[in-house]
């Protein structure tokens, strides 16, 4: 970890810094420990700048360098906060060395924002396992969450366009219960993220049929089923991969090992298949004037299947919203995962979350009860 300097209170570019405050939504950027660096972070704020009017910011980094980056944006004038703060965290810092010594670097220091009510949500390109770890310590998790999860959108042929799935990589196990709370929080993501009014949960597996998978993976289909109703979605039952990209589902419940390898796989997909239509578009001059004829066409695949326009994972199960933006994000990436933080934000969505967890928590005790009460568990 980079050495780090104790970060000021307020190195203030002029803004107010309350979220929500006179109908604006303040976001809390770590401009650090991205592949690009901060250019890439300020500039991505920018964009997102010009299309959010109500949008503000809180950007932690190295106090010098980041006056000059802003300055030279003049969309982020007087909407942005500049809290100094020295300290990197990079990716090969390991969780546990971050929560011991992190304290002043641009990661821990964007996370307090959200913590001491400064910002709404927080976004960064830092290091995955760090960031979860000083989210968990810093907004600790919500009453009835054993394991948070990220979430991420899967492009698909679903009206809303995308699937929601979780866990995508903040923890590669998950015990039955941790897969319904899973289901809980993702039908919560899809209902307010994606307005999807009865989302349709699907748990990942090798098979669609009942006797296929791991024991645990019967267990969880068998708690989704009973706990569908206080979660407010429907059990699909289990799905496949191919399922992914497809109608089936609106949430696709699975553990971070299983997940984390499907989405990395998804991602490197589209970028052969977008590397592919360049060249095969490329050669001779048929072939080029074939792709002018289908230019509008390919613009629509290529945002449909561009893993930077859907950048962005959720944390689920926090007291606090935090986005995860892919480490080698350039601005549109960036830009993607700070309109996706904006949005939550703007939709209360961590509240509702708040409020659907501890429903289904309280149901889920209740129904064990009763099982209990009437024998049926010894």
Request: hydrophobic share 45%.
């Given at each position: 970890?980079a050495p780090a300097?104790?970060p ?13 405050a006179?109908?604006k ?6 401009a ?8 890439a972070v300020v500039?991505g704020?920018a ?8 949008i503000?910011?809180i950007?932690?980094?190295p106090?010098?360098?980041l006056l ?7 969309v982020?004038?007087g909407?942005t ?6 300290g990197?965290?990079t990716m ?5 060395q ?6 002043g670097t641009?990661?821990?220091?964007t996370i ?7 910002a709404?949500?927080a976004v ?5 396992g760090?960031?979860?770890?000083v989210?968990m310590?810093r907004?600790?998790?919500l ?8 979430a ?5 042929k ?7 799935m979780l ?8 015990d ?15 209902r307010d993220?994606?307005?999807v009014?009865r989302p349709r ?7 669609t ?17 009973r ?14 991969g191919?399922?992914?990209p497809g ?12 997940g984390n ?9 589209a970028?052969f298949v977008?590397?592919?239509?360049k ?7 048929m ?9 509008r066409s390919?613009?629509?695949?290529q ?5 930077r326009r859907?950048n962005g994972g959720v ?7 935090v986005?995860?933006?892919?480490g080698a ?17 703007l939709?209360?969505f961590q509240?509702?979350?708040?409020a659907?967890?501890a429903t289904?928590a309280?149901a889920?005790?209740?129904a064990?009860?009763s ?6 568990i010894?």
């Amino acid at each position: 970890m980079a050495p780090a300097r104790d970060p000021a209170a307020d190195g203030s570019t002029g803004g107010d810094s309350s979220p929500r405050a006179d109908g604006k939504v303040v976001i809390s950027v770590d401009a650090m420990g991205g592949d690009l660096g901060p250019a890439a972070v300020v500039a991505g704020m920018a964009i997102c700048a010009q299309s959010t009017p109500a949008i503000h910011f809180i950007v932690h980094g190295p106090e010098p360098e980041l006056l000059r980056l802003v300055a030279r944006r003049p969309v982020l004038a007087g909407r942005t906060t500049i809290c100094h703060a020295g300290g990197v965290v990079t990716m090969d810092d390991k969780p546990s060395q971050v929560m011991r010594h992190g304290k002043g670097t641009s990661m821990w220091s964007t996370i307090d924002s959200v913590e001491n009510g400064q910002a709404a949500a927080a976004v960064s390109c830092g290091n995955t396992g760090a960031l979860m770890a000083v989210s968990m310590l810093r907004l600790r998790k919500l009453p009835g969450v054993n394991r948070p999860a990220i979430a991420c959108l899967w492009p698909s042929k679903n009206p809303q366009g995308y699937n929601v799935m979780l866990d995508v990589g903040a923890d590669i196990r998950a015990d039955p219960s941790d897969l319904l709370a899973y289901a809980m929080m993702g039908a919560a993501y899809a209902r307010d993220g994606l307005s999807v009014a009865r989302p349709r949960v699907g748990l990942l597996n090798v098979g669609t049929e009942e006797h296929k998978g791991r024991a645990e993976l019967k267990e969880a289909g068998d708690l989704l089923a009973r706990h569908a109703a206080a979660g407010g979605f429907d059990y699909a039952g289990f799905i496949e991969g191919g399922d992914l990209p497809g109608s089936r589902v609106d949430v696709i419940v699975t553990d971070g090992f299983t997940g984390n390898i499907a989405l990395k796989t998804g991602e490197g997909t589209a970028r052969f298949v977008g590397d592919s239509l360049k060249d095969a578009f490329s050669v001779g001059i048929m072939s080029r004037f074939a792709a002018l004829l289908a230019l509008r066409s390919l613009r629509r695949l290529q945002m449909r299947i561009d893993p930077r326009r859907v950048n962005g994972g959720v944390f689920l199960g926090l007291n606090g919203t935090v986005v995860k933006s892919h480490g080698a994000s350039d601005e549109t990436g960036v830009s993607a995962a700070i309109s996706l933080a904006a949005r939550l934000a703007l939709s209360a969505f961590q509240d509702r979350l708040a409020a659907r967890v501890a429903t289904a928590a309280q149901a889920g005790q209740d129904a064990t009860a009763s099982q209990v009460g009437n024998g049926n568990i010894e």
